[in-house]
């Protein structure tokens, strides 16, 4: 087509998702491969299986931006006015054909504001999956040989807010619960919990022959009835057949919908880690991973997001490929709203 500035996306090897086509001064958007986004991302088409198709395929910031338009809008360019067609107007600035609004395929995500190269955030997305037990800002400035600790470590802290799908499905089935308590005595803890530590809510799924399921975890207040019952009423679906000791702040998860099923060292000869196994497994997981990985070196603070990095590795531990979770994690940085710097330093008391 003459004229015509064709896009190439390497992973399909088809011409890209977004069209551009000179018109005038302007290029418009729009969009052609709609029916072309496999619901199952493949290997080698839509996300790079080695470090070498990884290289080959984000050499710049355009392939990052083109790949991350074909995450935003895998149907075609959608902008809030629900306009779906738009102008490149420079190299990373789409105008709305409707609104006429500007914007770029980074705005309103976890990238916006993002100072360093796109290749640099890919690159630490590469890393950061591709390390089975996660990686700390460390080992991260290392690998890409970064100057500066703290943008690492916010890069870092960015992806792990992507880490958890708003729309994920609850827990079903038959879910073990328990509270582990973790960390101790860090500078800058407010101590809040048993003995200084801080309490972790675990629900596991309970799979055939002591297996698990998906897993979820959280920071409590207290081991409290109300506590208690938010968080298994937050994460498992009305019916869940739900198991746990027999402490008395699990006595409402009756009232609440479930099928509470509390075993009680009275009613059981065996030691709560044998009746609960999978719970279990998770904390002791959680805890060396944090002691690892994190050199136990997390403040209560940040702790939560710590804990989704925990619960996306975890949920997606049987992936064979670890292409496929730099996919979801990218797949899910553009869903997130972005979250300033200092937001991130705060964390959550
Ligand atoms: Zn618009």
């Given at each position: 087509m003459p004229g015509a500035t064709d896009y190439e996306f390497p992973w399909t090897g088809v011409s890209g998702c977004c069209?551009?086509?000179?018109?005038?001064?302007?290029?418009?958007?729009?969009?052609?491969?709609?029916?072309?986004?496999?619901?199952?991302?493949?290997?080698?088409?839509?996300?790079?299986?080695?470090?070498?198709?990884?290289?080959n395929w984000f050499r710049s910031d355009e392939d990052c931006r083109a790949f991350l338009e074909r995450l935003r809008w895998p149907d075609g360019f959608r902008c809030s006015c629900g306009g779906g067609k738009a102008w490149r107007v420079r190299r990373n600035r789409l105008r709305c054909s409707e609104c006429e609004r500007e914007t770029s395929v980074i705005a309103g995500t976890l990238f916006e504001g993002a100072r360093?190269?796109?290749?640099?955030?890919?690159?630490?997305?590469?890393?950061?999956?591709?390390?089975?037990?996660?990686?700390?800002?460390?080992?991260?400035?290392?690998a890409l040989g970064l100057s500066r600790y703290d943008t690492v470590w916010t890069i870092l802290h960015k992806y792990r807010r992507a880490m958890v799908r708003p729309d994920r499905e609850p827990l079903a089935g038959v879910v073990e619960v328990d509270e582990s308590y973790v960390g101790g005595a860090s500078r800058g803890s407010t101590g809040r919990g048993s003995l200084g530590k801080t309490i972790v809510a675990i629900a596991v799924e309970a799979r055939p022959e002591g297996a698990c399921g998906r897993?979820?975890?959280?920071?409590?207040?207290?081991?409290?009835?109300?506590?208690?019952?938010d968080f298994v009423g937050e994460r498992c679906e009305p019916l869940t057949e739900i198991h746990t000791d027999g402490?008395?702040?699990?006595?409402?998860?009756?009232?609440?919908?479930?099928?509470?099923?509390?075993?009680?060292?009275?009613?059981?000869?065996?030691?709560?880690?044998?009746?609960?196994?999978r719970v279990h497994r998770v904390s002791a997981l959680l805890k060396?991973?944090?002691?690892?990985?994190h050199q136990g070196g997390v403040s209560e603070r940040q702790l939560d997001f710590y804990l989704d990095?925990?619960?996306f590795r975890f949920n997606r531990r049987g992936s064979?490929?670890?292409?496929?979770?730099?996919?979801?994690?990218?797949?899910q940085a553009v869903r997130v709203d972005p979250t300033p710097g200092f937001a991130i330093v705060r964390g959550r008391s």
């Open positions: 069209q551009f086509v000179t018109s005038g001064h302007r290029r418009s958007v729009r969009s052609a491969l709609a029916t072309t986004v496999p619901v199952v991302p493949r290997a080698g088409r839509e996300y790079p299986r080695t470090l070498d198709e990884f290289n360093l190269p796109l290749t640099s955030w890919f690159q630490a997305a590469w890393f950061m999956t591709n390390q089975k037990l996660g990686s700390s800002a460390l080992g991260l400035q290392r897993a979820r975890l959280a920071r409590i207040a207290d081991c409290s009835a109300p506590v208690l019952t402490w008395a702040g699990y006595l409402w998860l009756g009232d609440a919908g479930f099928i509470h099923v509390p075993t009680t060292a009275m009613t059981s000869p065996d030691p709560a880690h044998v009746l609960m196994p060396r991973w944090l002691l690892g990985t990095e925990f619960v064979g490929s670890r292409g496929l979770l730099f996919y979801r994690l990218l797949e």
